[in-house]
């Protein structure tokens, strides 16, 4: 019976081996991977001595070609020295491509981030690559918690990448006393369902801060009950915003002269503001005015104001 071959493998204690030269190099288990691709990145030559080192670094970078599922290399004697053959199986053809679970990002889009061509070999460097582009691609979008979940290849040949997006389950409000929550959650741009975006949650803070009622605003998202869905908490600090002020005087002529303003930006915790305003002057006698803003009025962002002004009495001369 022959010898039974020499079948180094990566990570194998190096073995004591024959001092022969290489005489031929082949490849065999490739149907679609050329033989030329395999060589060009193994170090083992013709006439070169027999070296286990070698071969087991030749092994790894055959893998590491990512079109091969398996590869091994085996030793077989000839009269002039040995043939090195190295059997590799080949990774599935990809037939189709499938994407799953996208809604904030087109399919094309990711398509041509991933980089996988249907009609080839799979090739695992590439779709690594890839699938680190498609979820850089929702993270430039500002969707910082969508990332992939699963790729399969099925017995029919259809690659399917599985995305999870990472949608607001809930949105909770804390820090409120005097202000209603409704006046915090009309001013957000993203709701439960969305797909959480760090953009669409910047703005609507913005948004709240610019109201002035509020000294901090910042949002704390956190695991929703539901798989790959977030819950986003907005936490405010709530500031001063009713303001008073008052002056008074006295003439000879008209006794006690004065004004007192009440003015509130946020008034009941409404959001709308109010202004109230009474004086008594020698100029204009006694006067009062109050003015009504409603930033959402019939439940649309469009402003309805109105001022009521009254003189009740002139002194002018």
Known sequence: MPPSPFVPQPGVPPQTLPPQKVAEIVVRGNERIPTEQVLRVVSTKVADPLNEEKLRNDVQAILNLGVF????????PLPEGVR????????????????????AVGTADILKALGVQAGGVLNTVTMRAGVRSVEKLYQDQGYVLAHVTDVNVSPEGTLTLQIAEGRIEAILIEGVHKTHEYVV???????????????????????????????DVKAQPGSGTAPDTVDVTIVVTEQKTAMVSFGVGFSNQT?????????????????????????NTALFGLSYGISFHEPYFLGSRTVQSDDDSHRLLSRAQ
């Open 69 to 76: 599922t398996d590869a091994v290399v085996r030793i077989e």
């Open 84 to 103: 090195v053959v190295f059997v590799v199986a080949e990774n599935p053809l990809v037939q189709t491509i499938e994407v799953k679970g996208n809604t």
């Open 185 to 215: 959650r009309r001013e957000l741009t993203f709701k439960p369902g969305d797909v959480f975006n760090v953009n669409a949650v910047n703005a609507s803070l913005k948004k709240l801060f610019q109201l002035q009622y509020f000294s």
């Open 255 to 279: 006794g006690i002269e004065g004004f007192i303003g009440l003015r509130d930006s946020n008034f009941g915790g409404n959001g709308q503001a109010v202004t109230i305003e009474y004086s």
